[in-house]
């Protein structure tokens, strides 16, 4: 195996800190992974990582090749990238990432014209709630909306989103319109779980932040169930105003609470330090970014 490949796995290997896991991203047998860092060890002739019972741990000398080897390995697949088109190159495979929400009502819609613009492009697109590893699923660019923790990946801000509460008239007109959130207490508001837990709503009170735990009948993990629960007059419910703007405007849903509506979230595309922004990555982001500049409520602000 060439001196490349190894640096490639000993870089897959330090993102994951497992043998195994490096193996699964670039589809080889932990034992291979094992074996090349150790033979690249041999080369430089200083030791990378420590092997331990307890798990690996990156040497000094490991993080600072790891630091030297992303760019390195980075900077090889533009060049690749610019020398067979001399333009940076939208073509293969790219594995993507979003919400279902976002996926259904705006990227998937309008992918037939970025294939039209790209013909050699094409996209595996994992739709899921759940934070997908893009070191350990191979996947190139996940769309993410919030503040991101700091894990080391490369983060462009291509929009933002507004949270807000709406119900149905006819809920309303039952139940009574909420004034402040205390009164959420006496509402039957619609939970939306993630990974099995309830997400908190969250506003912005006269003194900062407020976090309120929604309770109602229902709980899912699907936002368009939430929606569609809403509509049929079952409670309150919170999520991005972009997803209920058109309900809001046609007057089937209300948008209440709105002098406690939260900052803006952040709308993200991440990538790994290890691909940076190739042509394919920049091509597809761009995409999107457009894509959420054409929308009143996604577009940066």
């Given at each position: 195996m060439?001196?490349?490949?190894?640096?490639r796995?000993?870089?897959?290997?330090?993102?994951?800190?497992?043998?195994?896991?490096?193996?699964?991203?670039?589809?080889?047998?932990?034992?291979?992974?094992?074996?090349?860092?150790?033979a690249l060890e041999a080369?430089?002739?200083?030791?990378?990582?420590?092997?331990?019972?307890?798990?690996?741990?990156?040497?000094?000398?490991g993080r600072e090749f790891y630091d030297f080897a992303i760019g390195m390995l980075s900077d090889l697949e533009t060049a690749e990238a610019r020398i067979r088109s001399g333009e940076m190159s939208a073509r293969g495979r790219l594995r993507v990432t979003c919400s279902p929400v976002f996926s259904n009502r705006l990227i998937a819609p309008?992918?037939?014209?970025?294939?039209?613009?790209?013909?050699?492009l094409t996209i595996d697109?994992?739709?899921s709630e759940r934070y997908v590893s893009l070191i350990e699923d191979g996947v190139d660019v996940a769309i993410r909306i919030g503040e991101l923790p700091d894990s080391g990946l490369l983060a462009r801000q291509i929009g933002c989103v507004e949270a807000t509460v709406v119900a149905s008239p006819a809920y309303l007109a039952e139940h009574g319109t909420p004034a402040n959130l205390d009164d959420l207490a006496n509402h039957s508001c619609l939970p939306f779980t993630f990974q099995g837990n309830s997400k908190t709503w969250k506003f912005q009170g006269p003194e900062g932040p407020v976090v309120v735990p929604p309770f109602g009948p229902l709980r899912t993990n699907d936002?368009?169930?939430?929606?569609?629960?809403?509509?049929?007059?079952?409670?309150?419910?919170?999520?991005?105003?972009?997803?209920?703007?058109?309900?809001?405007?046609?007057?089937?849903?209300?948008?209440?609470?709105?002098?406690?509506?939260?900052?803006?979230?952040?709308?993200?595309?991440?990538s790994s330090t290890t691909r940076r922004m190739t042509g394919a990555i920049k091509v597809f982001v761009d995409f999107v970014a457009g894509l959420l500049k054409d929308e009143p409520h996604l577009r940066l602000r």
């Open positions: 060439d001196q490349l490949k190894r640096m796995l000993f870089v897959r290997t330090v993102e994951t800190e497992s043998f195994s896991r490096a193996g699964k991203a670039e589809s080889v047998a932990q034992s291979t992974v094992s074996k090349e860092v150790a080369h430089l002739g200083t030791l990378l990582i420590r092997r331990s019972p307890r798990g690996l741990s990156v040497t000094d000398k309008r992918l037939p014209a970025l294939f039209a613009s790209y013909p050699d697109l994992e739709v936002p368009e169930s939430v929606h569609a629960a809403v509509l049929a007059g079952m409670g309150l419910a919170q999520g991005p105003s972009w997803m209920f703007a058109d309900d809001i405007e046609a007057g089937r849903l209300v948008s209440v609470l709105e002098d406690y509506r939260p900052r803006l979230y952040p709308i993200q595309a991440v």
